[in-house]
């Protein structure tokens, strides 16, 4: 599986961006998505994830009321809606599937390439 993150840019903040995280093969729609990212100087940290079976979604607690994590099986897309975005929001944003852990980096088999978002003041 091929995963291809996109949507990023730079918004002011209480803006609005959409991420999208395109997947290649037939078994993405088996696999649980996750989101994360990652700012300068920090570590890597989970935004969000969505189960392959039901759809729970689960969100860090910074992203909770904010982000929407969702996904389109037909598509073989993921997505992330990020609302009131804030300046700490910053940081490349990678989309990541396959896991037997929802939270923890470390157990995604699969990830995209990362795509930057940047929310000036």
């Known amino acids: 599986v091929q995963l291809q993150a996109s949507g990023g840019g730079l918004v002011q903040a209480g803006g609005s961006l959409r991420l999208s995280c395109a997947a290649s093969g037939r078994t993405f729609r088996m696999y649980n998505v996750g989101w994360f990212r990652q700012a300068p100087g920090k570590e890597r940290e989970f935004v969000a994830a969505i189960s392959w079976n039901d759809g729970s979604t689960y969100y860090a607690d910074s992203a909770k009321g904010r982000f929407t994590i969702s996904r389109d099986n037909a598509k073989n897309t993921g997505y992330l809606q990020m609302n009131s975005l804030k300046p700490e929001d910053t940081a490349v944003y990678y989309c990541?599937?396959?896991?037997?852990?929802?939270?923890?980096?470390?157990?995604?088999?699969?990830w995209g390439q990362g795509t930057q978002v940047t929310v000036s003041s």
């Open positions: 990541a599937a396959r896991s037997d852990s929802y939270y923890l980096a470390s157990r995604y088999h699969y």
